[in-house]
C-alpha cells in the first residue's frame, strides 16, 4: 500500500546517530538515553537503528516507553524516571531494570515477590532524584530483606556545578556499597565508565553529527505590496513588493513560537529566508523577498542548536518540542 504523502518530515540519519555512537564508545560503555520520544526523534526509528549496536541497556523514563521499545526490541530497559508502585504489578518485568528511590518502592517491589533489577538513586548533590547518603544503609538492609529483589545498580547524576564534588561523593558512596553490578554517573559529559548517552548521541555538540533534520513544503505563495502586514498581530510589515509563503510548520508541530522574525532558520534552495512575523499553531510564513518560490517546493527548518540559541534556551527543549505527530523516517 502506498503511504500518505506528509508535508512535513524529520529525517533520521543512520549514519550519524551510530557516528556519535561510536565516538562516545571510545570513552567508555555507551547506555543510550531513548526518554521524550528519544530526545524527538523518534524512539521506534532510533531503536531500530541501534539494532546494529551492543550495548548492556537502553535507557528510559518510564513504562509507556518500553512498551514502544518492545515493538522492535526485546533487549534491556531501564526506567529512571518515577512510577506508581500500583503499576508495579503491571509490568512485565523481563529485560527490564527500575530505578528506586524510596522505601515504598522497594517493599511494593518485594512484595511482588519476582527478579525484579533494580538501581538505587543516590542524591550527590543536585538535589532532585535519589536517596540521601545518610538513608543508604537503612535502604540498603531494607533491599536485601527481599530476595528475588536484583540490586544491579548505584547511579547518580551531574548538575553541571560543583561535579568534582558530586564524583567524590559517589566515589564514597561505592566504598560503602561494596559489590553491585554497575556504578554509573555520566551523561554526554562522559564521566565514569557508563555513559548514559543523551545529548551526545544527538549530535549536539562539538565534532558529532546533528542526527536530525525538519523538513517542510511551501504551501502558498504570493506576493504583497509595500505596507503590507503579516500573521497574527502584524509585527511584520513589507518595506516594498514582497513574495511570501506559507509552511504548514507551527509551534504545536515544534517550531518555537520565539522564531517569529527570525532570520537564518528557513533555508530554501540554498539561501536562507526571514520569518514573517509570528510562528501560528499550524503554520508559519516565509519572507522570500524578489525571490518568487515554488508551490510545493521543499524548505529545511535549520539548526537545533541555532533555534535554540535564537529562543533562548537549550537544545534538549528544541528537540524534545518536536510533536510526535511529525513523520520520522530513517536516511
Ligand atoms: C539521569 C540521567 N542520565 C542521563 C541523562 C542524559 O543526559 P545528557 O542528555 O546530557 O547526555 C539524563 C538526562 O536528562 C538524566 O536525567
Not at 23 to 51: C, D, M, T
Not at 61 to 67: C, N, S, T
Amino acid at each position: 500500500m502506498r503511504i500518505y504523502d506528509s508535508l512535513n518530515l524529520i529525517e533520521i540519519s543512520k549514519d550519524n546517530l551510530l557516528f556519535n555512537f561510536d565516538y562516545f564508545s571510545k570513552f567508555g560503555r555507551v547506555w543510550p538515553v531513548l526518554k521524550s520520544n528519544a530526545y524527538g526523534h523518534g524512539i521506534k526509528q532510533v531503536v531500530e537503528i541501534l539494532k546494529e549496536r551492543d550495548f548492556e541497556y537502553l535507557v528510559v523514563d518510564g513504562y509507556q516507553e518500553v512498551l514502544e521499545i518492545r515493538k522492535v526490541t526485546k533487549r534491556p530497559v531501564l526506567m529512571i524516571g518515577s512510577i506508581l508502585p500500583s503499576n508495579f504489578s503491571k509490568i512485565k518485568w523481563k529485560n527490564l531494570a527500575i530505578m528506586v528511590q524510596d522505601k515504598e518502592s522497594i517493599r511494593a517491589l518485594g512484595k511482588l515477590n519476582k527478579h525484579i533489577k533494580i538501581h538505587l538513586k543516590v542524591n550527590t548533590g543536585m538535589n532532585r532524584q535519589g536517596i540521601d547518603l545518610d538513608e543508604m544503609k537503612k535502604t540498603i538492609k531494607l533491599i536485601k530483606k527481599y530476595p528475588k529483589l536484583e540490586w544491579e545498580g548505584m547511579f547518580s547524576h551531574l548538575a553541571g556545578v560543583d561535579d568534582e564534588k558530586q564524583i567524590k561523593k559517589f566515589e564514597e558512596i561505592k566504598k560503602i556499597t561494596g559489590e553491585v553490578k554497575y556504578f554509573h554517573l555520566g551523561a554526554t559529559n562522559g564521566v565514569g565508565d557508563i555513559i548514559r548517552l543523551g545529548i551526545g548521541l544527538y549530535g549536539i555538540g562539538k565534532g558529532l553529527k546533528p542526527v536530525l533534520k525538519l523538513k517542510s513544503k511551501i504551501v502558498k505563495v504570493r506576493q504583497i505590496e509595500k505596507g503590507e502586514k503579516v500573521s497574527y498581530g502584524g509585527t511584520f510589515v513589507t518595506t516594498k513588493k514582497t513574495n511570501i509563503g506559507v509552511i504548514p510548520i507551527g509551534y504545536f508541530e515544534g517550531l518555537d513560537r520565539r522564531l517569529s522574525n527570525k532570520k537564518g532558520i528557513v533555508k530554501y534552495k540554498n539561501k536562507f529566508y526571514q520569518i514573517a512575523g509570528r510562528v501560528c499553531m499550524n503554520m508559519v510564513v516565509v519572507n522570500f523577498g524578489k525571490t518568487k518560490p515554488k508551490l510545493y517546493d521543499e524548505v529545511e527548518l535549520v539548526g537545533v542548536e541555532k533555534m535554540a540559541k535564537i529562543s533562548e534556551t537549550i537544545p534538549y527543549d528544541i528537540l524534545v518540542g518536536i510533536n510526535d505527530s511529525v513523520r520520522r523516517t530513517i536516511v
